[in-house]
């Protein structure tokens, strides 16, 4: 049976899921792969498979989201400012129909012409070298004095990690650093 692709998340496989046999909550299915990513609801489900995230039934069942609404970069968590420029359904895609990726701290969702980013990957300070001008102002807008020095710490699995990101419509580069 082949895998639910995920538009904006093209490696989980490698970064949301594990591989362990069980019986899917969701779904009712015996499958082999695990969900491992956030899932913010009251009624957290045990074993979740990817085809049950990629066609929002998940969500739906369990009144949860993936990554949440206010987590993806242009939508404000204050209801008196203006509604996002990014169209709803795109948000809706990542909130409900695509995998999170486990973090340290609450994870966050960049965003680029206004639509959301792929998430690529973890990234280290190496990964970075070649794509270092895309990546360097979105450390330097969190860390002005120590840019350069927050990029050369950055580990794919460490205390300081790369969140890499990647515009579906241009192919700029983002950079989110998550803390342990
Ligand atoms: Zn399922
Ligand atoms: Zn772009």
Redesign the pocket.
């Known amino acids: 049976m082949e895998r639910p692709v995920f538009t904006y998340h093209p490696n989980a496989y490698a970064t949301a899921f594990e591989t362990v046999d069980g019986v899917?909550d969701?779904?009712g299915?015996s499958?082999a792969l695990r969900y491992r990513g956030p899932f913010y609801t009251t009624r957290k489900p045990d074993y979740?498979?990817p085809?049950?995230i990629a066609d929002g039934s998940a969500s739906a069942r369990f009144e949860g989201e993936f990554t949440g609404w206010t987590d993806i970069e242009g939508v404000s968590p204050d209801p008196a400012d203006p509604l996002p420029t990014i169209p709803r359904e795109m948000l809706l895609e990542i909130c409900e129909r695509t995998p999170g990726y486990p973090s340290w701290q609450q994870s966050v969702w960049l965003s680029h012409c206004e639509r959301p980013c792929a998430f690529l990957g973890f990234a280290s300070g190496e990964d970075l070298l070649p794509i270092l001008d895309q990546v360097r102002p979105d450390v330097a807008a969190v860390n002005p004095r120590y840019a350069d020095g927050v990029l050369e710490c950055l580990t794919r699995d460490g205390e300081m990690v790369g969140c890499l990101f990647q515009c579906l419509q241009c192919g700029q580069h983002r950079l989110h650093v998550d803390l342990g």
């Open positions: 899917c969701g779904c299915q499958r979740l498979c085809w049950c």
